[in-house]
Structures are given as C-alpha cells and as structure tokens.
C-alpha cells in the first residue's frame, strides 16, 4: 500500500472516529458510506471493514466505560450477545448471496428508521423498570444481530432503549452495556466475513487507529455543543446519506 493511500485511509478514520465520538453512535453508520463514496470500495468490503473497526473502538469505549459511575452490566452483556453476535453470520451469509443493491438499499432504509430516534434522544428510566417483556428483547437482538453483519452497523442506537425498556437498565448503563455487546458482534461478525474472503485486511489498521484518535476529538468537540444542536445535526447527516444511499442502489 502506498503512502498516499495509507494517509488517505488513516483521514477517513479520524473523520468517521471523530463523527461517532461527536454523537455517541457506533462507526458504521459513518464508516460504511465514507468508504463507498469517497474511497471507492463496494458496500460488502466496506461493511466487513466497519466491523473490524468497530470491535476496537467499543473496546476503547468498554475499558474506558468500566471505570465510570456507569460500567456495562456484564451479566445481560454475557446474555444479549449470545443472541446478538452469532445472528451476525446470518448477515454475512445474506450479503454473500445478495447483490450489492440489495445491501445498499437495506442500509439506506434502516438509516432512515434510525434517523429519528437518534434525533429524539435515549429515553432515562429509573433502574429496574421494565415496559416490555425481557424475551422481547432477546427476539429482537437476533434481527439487530443480523442486520449489522449484512449492513456494518453496530445496532447501539435499537439496542439502548430496548435495553432501558425490557432489561430495566438506566439510560447511561444501557449505553454502556450496548457497546461491549457491540464489541462482540462486530468480532463475531468481522471474523465471518475474513473467512468468507474479506481481502482489504491490511487497509483496516490506519482506519482503526484513525478512528481511534478520532473518536476522543469527537468527545473533545462534543462536550461544550449542546446535545440536542449535536443529534439534530446528526440525524439530518443520515437522512442525506440514505437518500444518497437508495438512489445509487436504484440506479439514480
């Protein structure tokens, strides 16, 4: 690889770092369409290099999680991932036998879908209480499991209030337990598509370390922004990149 190319990689990681650092979400809702639209990758190699990079960023996320006033519950951490992380190859063998339009589509659709709650924000609950039936959640998090091996993303934006509302988990501890969960799935599911024949392996380490150093400049800025100002903005950003997404995909 070049040296061009490696800094041009290493840019798209502190940019997409930077970008979910400011608004709290996992990489791959940034990661996926940078690398198809500004790098030039297809959507299946950008998918499985978003979940690569983002069993290194949750894992930062995780360890530096553990030492705040709310750490990740280990327990439904142990219990969602069981069913999150395996459901993951369930993507990965979708995106193997699908066309690159129908991933593309998928992925502009659940942007759309996610648009608004990331704009409306995470619900807080007192710990303990549970609207919905826990088994629920579990049902769900098989569909969120495969959603992010096909499309890249981690599923943290479904997963905290399904967590806050069937598990009883603060808004703050959901978050943190959502994101080692994520850790898993994107192992799981990053691994699936090695073995399945990812072959960009050695473009993903500038990525990761970009969006390592990127994530905790997003925290940077983020801090003296107002969070509503931060979602709002974040939430108009994935409206344009669906759009953007579905009309490739129908050949617009």
Do not use: H
């Amino acid at each position: 690889m070049e040296i061009f190319d490696l800094l041009v990689l290493l840019v798209f990681g502190v940019v997409g770092g930077m970008l979910s650092g400011l608004v709290g979400v996992g990489g791959g809702i940034v990661f996926v369409p940078a690398l198809v639209y500004a790098a030039g990758w297809n959507i299946t190699e950008a998918v499985a290099a978003s979940l690569i990079i983002i069993v290194f960023s949750s894992l930062s996320g995780t360890i530096r999680n553990q030492s705040s006033r709310d750490p990740a519950n280990w327990r439904w951490t142990l219990l969602f991932s069981l069913a999150v992380a395996p459901s993951s190859l369930i993507g990965v063998a979708i995106s193997r036998v699908s066309p690159e339009t129908v991933v593309e589509a998928v992925f502009g659709l659940l942007l759309l879908a996610l648009a608004y709650p990331t704009a409306k924000g995470r619900p807080e609950m007192d710990e303990g209480v549970q609207k919905i039936p826990t088994w629920t959640v579990f049902a769900a998090g098989i569909f969120i499991g495969a959603l992010s091996g096909l499309v890249g993303v981690g599923g943290g934006v479904v997963m905290v209030p399904l967590m806050v509302l069937g598990l009883g988990l603060t808004a703050k501890r959901a978050v943190s337990t959502s994101l080692a969960v994520v850790m898993f799935t994107g192992l799981v599911g990053g691994l699936g598509y090695i073995l399945t024949g990812f072959d960009r392996i050695s473009e993903v380490p500038p990525l990761v370390v970009g969006s390592i150093v990127g994530a905790w400049l997003g925290v940077k800025v983020r801090d003296p922004l107002p969070d509503r100002v931060v979602r709002v903005g974040f939430a108009c950003f994935m409206v344009v990149v669906a759009i953007r997404t579905l009309l490739g995909a129908f050949g617009v």
